[in-house]
């Protein structure tokens, strides 16, 4: 299987502080993507980081990408209570058409 | 922004019944999936569609599933003779090009009873 282990299950932290996620696939990717959930709702794309870069930044987000250890991290910086969400990485498999969905991490940011 | 809808939001049903679940992708995208998530858990791929037909799927999406695009929006997911393990919330999503990010509706809620 090509999904991907999250890391942690779960995450709380007080408003202001950084929140660190971490992602873990098994195969050759063409990107890596990060998505968030609110309870009960849709996935809602976050960022998306190709095979080819390191790292990258989207306002608060900042991901990382290690294709030799398959490793991506999601950091999110002083953090709102509103950033309270599970969060998924992604990963598109080199040949594939769709994407693989890690186990998620649930942050909660308390005010 | 555009959005993908889906229809119902809730779906409640007999075991054995049939069911079918309802998309309208963003209209000028051309890849559409489903995904279920069964309460808490991971965000399972099912299949995804190009072109008129079936491009890939998982070990999930048996001969009790299929797809069709009937006309030029909408996108339906039928489960033919449910079960009680298929009890989850299903995700349709839909890109304009492949490997790109991908935009979720919000999911029916299909309960099994």
């Known amino acids: 299987s090509q999904q991907g282990e999250e890391d942690p299950q779960a995450l709380s932290i007080q408003e202001g502080e950084n929140a660190t996620m971490n992602c873990s696939y098994k195969?050759?990717?063409?990107?890596l993507q990060w998505y968030r959930q609110n309870s009960g709702r849709g996935l809602v794309h976050l960022i998306l980081?190709?095979?080819?870069?390191r790292e990258k930044h989207s306002g608060r987000l900042r991901v990382t990408l290690d294709t030799s250890k398959k490793s991506s991290s999601l950091l999110i910086t002083a953090s709102r209570a509103a950033d309270t969400a599970s969060y998924f990485c992604?990963?598109?498999?080199?040949?594939?058409?769709?994407?693989?969905f890690g186990t998620g991490t649930r942050l909660t940011v308390i005010p | 922004e555009p959005e993908v809808t889906q229809t119902p939001s809730h779906q409640v049903t007999q075991m054995g019944q049939e069911v079918i679940l309802r998309c309208v992708p963003i209209?000028?995208?051309?890849?559409f999936y489903w995904y279920r998530q069964i309460l808490g858990q991971k965000v399972e791929f099912l299949v995804s569609?190009?072109?008129?037909?079936?491009?890939?799927k998982s070990e999930i999406f048996d001969d009790q599933f299929s797809v069709e695009r009937p006309d030029g929006s909408n996108f339906t997911l039928k489960i033919r003779s449910t079960k009680l393990e298929d009890s989850a919330m299903y995700f349709c999503?839909?890109?304009?090009?492949?490997?790109?990010?991908?935009?979720f509706g919000s999911g029916t809620q299909l309960s099994v009873l």
């Open positions: 999503a839909s890109r304009r090009e492949e490997r790109e990010k991908l935009f």
């Open positions: 195969t050759s990717i063409n990107n």
């Open positions: 980081i190709r095979s080819n870069e």
């Open positions: 992604a990963s598109a498999w080199t040949g594939a058409n769709n994407l693989f």
């Open positions: 209209s000028n995208h051309l890849y």
């Open positions: 569609f190009y072109n008129n037909e079936i491009s890939e």
